[in-house]
């Protein structure tokens, strides 16, 4: 296994504590939180570190609207499991890590 180094550029929380009110966070504070970030000179956006947190709605047009590959913790680990599973990690509609193109690197 190889490991990356990370420098996250900019980060934000949205302070919610309880497990189960992260799985109704309105997508609009997603979203609101994303385009506060300063998001000059990075490579990509993640949108949601829990898997519990709905975004999956969220990466497509948060990739159109700031110009960078968005994943999240559900993409990621989609990507992961069908890799893993020797299934290409295409789901449309989820953004560049599981669109067309991530086929091609499989």
């Not at 302070?15 to 506060?36: E, H, K, L």
């Not at 893993?84 to 499989?106: I, K, Q």
Request: glycine share 12%; charged share 15%.
């Amino acid at each position: 296994m190889s490991y990356v180094h990370v420098n996250p550029g900019d980060w934000r929380t949205l302070g919610v504590g309880d497990n189960t009110a992260v799985g109704c966070i309105p997508g609009g504070d997603v979203m609101a939180a994303a385009r506060s970030l300063d998001l000059r000179d990075v490579d990509a956006l993640v949108l949601s570190c829990c898997v519990q947190m709905p975004s999956s709605d969220l990466i497509a047009p948060a990739e159109e609207e700031f110009g960078i590959p968005v994943l999240s913790a559900a993409t990621a680990g989609a990507s992961s499991v069908l890799r893993a599973l020797g299934l290409t990690p295409v789901l449309p509609g989820a953004g560049s890590l599981l669109g067309s193109r991530a086929a091609a690197t499989v």
